[in-house]
């Protein structure tokens, strides 16, 4: 039953892909940035409870999620729904998590409030740099009323984004990535939601024995401050948001990993010794591509849910200095 609602929700999905993609209207910048500012603020300001469905490729996860404001603090509990358990707590700027263990080191602030359905940066300004804003259409989501607009990329460098705003609250209810034919690559979507009223503070309560986690301010960083390359990317956009040496799956090396984003997604570069087992050139999975090539003795690899000649770009950016 759970497989064939999925695919119904999909097929519903798709159909609106269709149906509006011929009556888009493109907003003046200053209308698309009051859209986006009221959807940004309403996420952290609004509060609300219900569950949420993340889908990308062939993986689905459901997610129950409730956000409050007490006393002028946000207070935001999610709890993964499918598998093993995972359960994430914010109270202001306190993080707690369940298994921590991943995160033990450091979680950048970044992460901790651009959750669904926080996608939106702080400053939107910088979003319409790289992307225009359509008003597409109007629908339906879980019996509330919403507006949907879309990200339209002015370059080739990124896809497009389409999300479904709340009338009443300005929340933003669902989100898709599309790829370059239309085709939803990622989607963000509640199955139900109360908006608005006083939030029960049971579901605010923890479920299993969270650990705090230790939250970096997540400055941009300054390409040229980077000792041992030279950084410079000719994606116009992206910003350098985070360096780390990390250990990743099945590596049994550290990299050192740089984050980079332009508001609405990221892509990541890793630098490692040189592993001639791994192949070198462009690879792709769905809408996530994959650069990787070697500079002297180093892997130099891309990736990211962007175009092939965006990770292509950002991998041919790095040179020893």
Sequence with gaps: MMVVKVYCQIVVILGCLCAFSAQATPLDKAEAQRVLARSASAAEAVSY????????????????????????VAAEHRELLDGEPREYLRVGDKVSMYPAQGYAVQLDRRYTSKLF???????????????????????????RETTIYQLDPLDAYRYPQRFWVDDESGLILKWLMMGMRQEMVQSFSFTQIQVGGKINQKLLKPIYPLRSVKVNDGAVLDLAED???????????????????????HKSREVVHYLFSDGAVTLSVFVEPMNANIPLGLAHQGAIHLYARQVDQYLLSCLGEVPAVTVERFAKAYTLR
Excluded at 55 to 72: F, M, P, T, V
């Design 117 to 143: 359905p926080n996608h939106l940066p702080d400053d939107v300004s910088e979003l319409l740099h790289s992307y225009g804003v359509s008003k597409v259409g109007r629908e339906r989501v879980v019996g």
């Design 49 to 72: 409870t219900g569950n949420y469905i993340y889908q990308s490729g062939e993986n689905i996860a459901n997610y129950k999620i409730s956000h409050a404001i007490e006393n002028g």
């Design 227 to 249: 000792k041992k390359w030279r950084i410079k990317p000719t994606v116009p956009g992206f910003k350098l948001i985070k360096k780390s040496t990390r250990s990743l799956p």
